[in-house]
């Protein structure tokens, strides 16, 4: 038990770290993203995963980034009821 904390890299250019304002630990809720270097990129501004609610070993979730044209406008999510099996990873660009 416990959570995960995220920022995101664009395109794999550490000079483009997405992040929130202020840290976010409940999904969908109001806050400004920003991009910043990986110098100058604060390591508590996160998403934060499982805190808004008790998560248990091995949830996965499902993080929803919206975006237009290059920027991102939001970054929410939820449990996967039916998720796929555990210890797998799925990746995709941004």
Do not use: C
């Amino acid at each position: 038990e416990g959570y995960e904390s995220f920022q995101l890299v664009q395109n794999a250019d550490l000079s483009r770290i997405i992040h929130p304002d202020r840290p976010v630990t409940i999904p969908g809720s109001a806050s400004r993203v920003l991009v910043s270097s990986i110098d100058q990129v604060r390591q508590d501004l996160v998403w934060a995963l499982g805190i808004e609610k008790a998560n248990s070993t091995g949830d996965v979730y499902k993080v929803e980034v919206v975006v237009r044209g290059d920027v991102v406008m939001s970054v929410s999510w939820t449990v996967l009821e039916d998720a796929p099996p555990k210890d797998r990873e799925i990746f995709g660009s941004l």
